[in-house]
């Protein structure tokens, strides 16, 4: 019943930044788990970071360049990317999880409903 639409995605040189968003309809339950994965062509969608009730969590290949947060009143959560890199290249996904205690926040197994995904290109 959870509709997830992520935009913001687009080309950008190495070093720039880009802001994604991901906008949240008919949600059904309350405090889910937010994360966000990529996926590369030929490659397994990974995990990037995720919102949770204590705060943040980043995959180590971002930490200290993306961060995400939550607006509620909008029913929005965004990703900042800032010193992108090529590698950085893939098509990104907002995604959903019923909160429990000690989940793997960063399995996409732990995920109920995903977005339909935004292509980030970062080129050299």
């Given at each position: 019943?959870?509709?997830?639409?992520?935009?913001?995605?687009?080309?950008?040189?190495?070093?720039?930044?880009?802001?994604?968003?991901?906008?949240?309809?008919?949600?059904?339950?309350?405090?889910?788990?937010?994360?966000?994965?990529?996926?590369?062509?030929?490659?397994?969608?990974e995990f990037v970071a995720a919102l949770l009730r204590s705060g943040t969590t980043?995959?180590?290949?971002?930490?200290?360049?993306?961060?995400?947060?939550?607006?509620n009143a909008k029913n929005t959560v965004y990703l900042q990317m800032n010193s992108?890199?090529?590698?950085?290249?893939?098509?990104?996904?907002?995604?959903?999880?019923?909160?429990?205690?000690?989940?793997?926040?960063?399995?996409?197994?732990?995920?109920?409903?995903?977005?339909?995904?935004?292509?980030?290109?970062?080129?050299?």
């Amino acid at each position: 019943q959870v509709q997830l639409v992520e935009s913001g995605g687009g080309l950008v040189q190495a070093g720039g930044s880009l802001r994604l968003s991901c906008v949240a309809s008919g949600r059904t339950v309350s405090g889910d788990i937010l994360g966000w994965f990529r996926q590369a062509p030929g490659k397994e969608r990974e995990f990037v970071a995720a919102l949770l009730r204590s705060g943040t969590t980043y995959a180590d290949s971002v930490k200290g360049r993306f961060t995400t947060s939550r607006d509620n009143a909008k029913n929005t959560v965004y990703l900042q990317m800032n010193s992108l890199k090529p590698e950085d290249t893939a098509i990104y996904y907002c995604a959903t999880a019923l909160y429990s205690r000690g989940i793997n926040v960063s399995s996409r197994t732990s995920y109920n409903y995903w977005g339909q995904g935004t292509q980030v290109t970062v080129n050299s």
